[in-house]
């Protein structure tokens, strides 16, 4: 799995996850936030959507560049 975006909190990188549905992307989001229990990540690392090697390209295309505020927590 390859990781085509980092996000602040599990509800951004959810809504990145529900856009890639949408375009027939199957997707995960690893996060250290104790599965969604705590509203923000316990290692400040964000929270990656992860897809397949082969659906990276696809996916990256799909979501576009991130908004500027994404960018700089990076």
Partial sequence: MIAVGT???RSDAEFAQSVL???GI????AAD???GA????LTG???RLLV???AAEDARSVLGEPPATWKEQR
């Fill in 33 to 35: 936030d104790a599965g």
């Fill in 7 to 9: 996000y602040p909190t």
């Fill in 26 to 29: 199957p997707s995960v989001i």
């Fill in 52 to 54: 397949d090697a082969a």
């Fill in 45 to 47: 690392s964000g929270a």
């Fill in 38 to 41: 705590y509203p923000f990540d």
């Fill in 21 to 23: 549905a949408a375009a």
